[in-house]
């Protein structure tokens, strides 16, 4: 191996993350919330990066280059460091954010109280969790920020180098660039003179939402805001709603076609007033500021309904988000192609209204475009780098292949499965049986093939049911997932029934569920599962045969009895636990949760 060029990336914040890239091309990536089975884990990587290289089948000392996203920029107070010494978007629970709220944020800003140390605050050296891979104890409120800042990446670049990667260079790069990376190279389809590369989240570094431009000397920054608040507007508004910031957020979001529209509407223009479009700095920001996120918007929304404090809200982001864009695209006019990504990007909802401006010719929302792709971005930035310094196109950097980028496990056989399960029929698979069985109302789990990275489950780890089936909804809400009531599942269709069913639009055959789609009228009440009650969206994966061949044949035999070529998709997960990864987790979601078959690779299971 060491006559290749090995980019190792890695992500601490939720959900960390490692990738690896061999000779300019992206070839694994995986969560570490996946293996260790607890959602949206915060912290070094450690166990992602094991599997990195056990992938590539190389030696820790073969990597050249170590890229970690977050530098300085990341860490400009006490809080964002204690925030990772915490966990707090994975381990808090909603108690804990609104104590912090009360303790600590209230005191603050509305008693006008001395500051008052957050760390001691929410708890000190116990609130710190003991399975964090790097030393915690370094951290030293007597000292400056910027000294606990050093001391934490030493810590960091310790650790990495008693993994073995002795030989590699060791590079902390800005957060948002990676948003713009990953959004731009990711895409097969890039025209450097044509686009524009937008991303909006939470927290993101030095920028939170800013807009940059391809060129054939890589990409550069044009506008930029950290004052962007109406991520942390959604955020604030979930934990309102009593639901848990950095998670719930999709819940909100399916949540907001409930709400009275006049009422909605009513509480979007009030809260319009808070928020403007800057004409010339082309980011958006507070026109008038609160006091705070939490308290100050709680006062307005106790004079609505939770849904329509839901639909006020999205109303809202897709007003100003939209208008935003079409600031954009009439300033570069000869830009039309729109990528686009960070955290906010994940609200499908408002992706497909800001599609709608007539200016924007494409519109590409890439593989899950919340901080865990930040791992791809940063590989990107290296290879551009890499690709200038040879004097080579950056055309020709290769675009994602796959988002099939995590581990194949396939170690069972019969006897082992049926000793493993206990109870159940175990047989060789054949698609023709599981598609009857679907048709029955059958509920199946499909474990097959390398993991889908991001957060979505794109067939590999999926459950699955027939989109026609009488009552399935409630069935998988009910007695699997635990879902809330109102959260539509997803669809996969077919590519060549795409245009049957779907309204067309922007996004030209969305692969990764990043958007949704509105539903032909006259497929209205034709679905019983898949398409949202209320407003008719589905959130739609369209699957081409040479991305996932065996998932889009499944598909194809459920087509030949049901004459649609779509499936219920929905991730194969307990409630509250990420997306199983192994094989013992596919085996134990067989065995303690209420579907009825499970695909493990070349075998049907079934009660
Ligand atoms: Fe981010």
Redesign the pocket.
Known sequence: MKNKRILLSLYEFHTSSAAIAIDGKIVFACHEDRIIQKKNEIGFPLLSIKKCIKFACIQPEDIDEVIIVNDKDSFKNYNAIVNYLFKRQSRYSIDDWINENKNFWFKNIYENRKYKSYFKCMGGEKKVPNDHYIKTNFYDEKKSVEKNVISLFKEKILLVKRLGIKNAKINFVP??K??HYHAFYSSKQRNFNKSLILHC?G??GKYNQAVSIPTLKGLKFIHGTNKFNLGRLYQWTTLNLNMKPYHDEYKVMGLSPYGDVQKSVKLSKILNKYFKVHKKKFVIEFKSKPKDMYYFFKKIYNNFRFDEVAGGLQHLIEKLLSEWVFKLTSKYRNRSEIFYG??VAMNVKSNLAISKIKKIKKFFVPLSP??ET?VLGALYMMIEKDYLQKNKSLKKIPSLSSPYLGMEYNSYNINSIKKYIGQGKVNILKLEKVAQDLNKGKIIARFSGRSEFGQRALGNRSILASPIYKNIQNKINYSIKSRDFWLPFGLTIIEEDENKYLIRNKFKSSPFMTTCYELKPKYYNFFTCGVHDKDNTVRAQILKKEVNNDYYRLIKELKKITKIGAIVNTSMNFHKYPIVETEEHALDFFKFSKIDGLILNEFYISK
């Open positions: 957060h948002y990676c948003h989240e927290d993101g960070g955290g919340a901080d930040n």
